[in-house]
């Protein structure tokens, strides 16, 4: 290599309930920037009427927002409601919430309620945080096995998503569940395993919210552990062939890239016995700083998007080496905000799609500063899973992001055709143009699943546009 990185018990389980052609841009026209709100980053806490995500690029007027006490209260509030959708932290990018429905936050349905030490599972309600989580699971000996970047998400919503971390071992989050408690459209709970009603489970675990709300999660953990984190700088060119042996030389690999200057910030983290490292503070609000003032100088001087903005890096970045629990090494502070787009391609093209995007990207001379991520996650057997393989094959994660002040949809038109081509498949929180035939074609189990959601909630309780574009409903 060219440089060496040296259940607690409930009621009894009830039985269960017996495309036109579209515009396929991912913006309009005439881009007008929102400005997000600051404080709490769901859009519901406050007195103001409307809801936004945590970009401000979408929006909604709902009729009513409901935050319930507990279980019985969420279970009357959803039977008695006509349309309902549940946020949890405002972190998606595509419209999964917006409705003119009730908007539903789980935020007061958060801690732990039990576990098991012999097993390493726990179950949690599913509105915690997932920076609450880490100190939580911490206090009992637990860990769970990946956390991604950010960790303002709430558990429901990086299940539902099917939200990742990297490391090529690791599969989304919604595979390390054990267990789920589900609240039906009428009211009813649900309560499914690996070991009981697989098919809801595995539909469940990455539903999209679309099959009924999710109030508790049985996680499968490990032992609390340490990571040992370094980060360097790298041209993008001495890597992309030895991508195979740092996936398999670490247990967590990622790489963000500069397409404009094709260097790459190199991150990897290995099981430690070391003990935690002296944390460096004020290193987050440097990188804050820098990042923000090149995406807002790619913004307003686009002519000098290339090498000039991209090799400002450098001198902001230098090689770091830190030892930590694993949920304090983890997440990053990610105050700046931006639109993202995200495919996974199969780990056999991976390589060869990233390097297709930057030259792509670079070539239509798109002003973006915020760099791409290259991730890697294992196969699971979860319905809606974008990770399912019935062969067991990884796939990468690619990502690319654009400054939330600046107009997404150039930079989103050159890549999501490359992404699509190299067999891509979208993560549900970030935006696409993808239809419900489409997806029919990527997913084996898809009609299962939709067949499912119309036996759960043949009403639409739990649609909103989006998700019946998604899905080929019938928007009447």
Not at 396 to 423: M, N, W
Request: with cysteine; aromatic share 8%; net charge negative.
């Amino acid at each position: 290599m060219s440089e060496k990185p040296s259940l607690p018990t409930g009621e009894p389980l009830p039985s269960r309930p017996s495309a036109a052609s579209r515009d396929r841009e991912v913006a309009s026209h005439r881009f007008v920037p929102q400005d997000p709100r600051t404080g709490l980053d769901d859009g519901l806490h406050g007195l103001q009427p409307a809801w936004q995500n945590w970009s401000g690029g979408q929006q909604a007027m709902p009729s009513a927002k409901w935050s319930p006490h507990d279980e019985d209260e969420l279970r009357q509030q959803v039977r008695n409601a006509s349309n309902v959708r549940v946020v949890g932290a405002g972190h998606s990018f595509s419209p999964l919430v917006p409705t003119s429905g009730a908007i539903m936050s789980l935020d007061r349905l958060s801690g732990l309620i039990s576990h098991d030490t012999q097993t390493q599972q726990a179950c949690l309600w599913a509105g915690t945080r997932q920076f609450d989580a880490g100190p939580l699971l911490h206090g009992i000996g637990q860990a769970m096995p990946n956390v991604g970047d950010i960790d303002r998400q709430s558990l429901a919503g990086v299940l539902s998503t099917a939200t990742h971390g990297t490391g090529i071992t690791l599969p989304c989050f919604a595979a390390d569940a054990a267990a789920l408690r589900l609240v039906t459209a009428q009211g009813d709970v649900l309560e499914c395993s690996r070991d009981h009603d697989i098919d809801l489970f595995r539909a469940a675990a990455v539903s999209l919210g679309a099959l009924g709300v999710i109030t508790q999660v049985t996680l499968q953990n490990v032992p609390s552990f340490r990571l040992r984190e370094r980060v360097h700088l790298q041209p993008l060119d001495q890597l992309l062939p030895e991508v195979d042996t740092w996936i398999r030389q670490h247990r967590h690999f990622e790489l963000k890239i500069f397409p404009h200057s094709r260097i790459a910030i190199v991150k990897t983290s290995d099981l430690t016995d070391q003990m935690p490292t002296e944390e460096t503070h004020g290193a987050d609000a440097e990188h804050d700083a820098m990042l923000k003032l090149s995406c807002e100088l790619t913004r307003w001087l686009p002519g000098i998007l290339g090498r000039g903005v991209q090799s400002m890096v450098g001198p902001f970045l230098h090689p770091s080496d830190r030892v930590n629990w694993s949920y304090k090494i983890f997440p990053s502070k990610r105050n700046v905000r931006f639109n993202e787009m995200e495919y996974e391609v199969p780990i056999a093209v991976g390589a060869a799609c990233l390097d297709e995007v930057c030259r792509a990207i670079s070539a239509a001379k798109i002003a973006v500063f915020i760099p791409l991520e290259f991730r890697f996650v294992a196969a699971d057997d979860l319905w809606l899973s974008p990770f399912q393989s019935a062969s067991g094959e990884p796939r990468c994660s690619i990502s690319v992001h654009q400054y939330y002040k600046q107009d997404y949809q150039p930079l989103f038109a050159v890549t999501e055709p490359i992404l699509r081509r190299y067999g891509g498949r979208p993560h549900w929180g970030k935006l696409h143009t993808l239809d419900a035939a489409e997806l029919d074609a990527m997913y084996p189990d898809f009609e299962r699943f939709l067949h499912l959601r119309n036996e759960l909630d043949p009403g639409g309780k739990f649609l909103n546009p989006y998700l019946r574009q998604l899905f080929g409903k019938d928007p009447s």
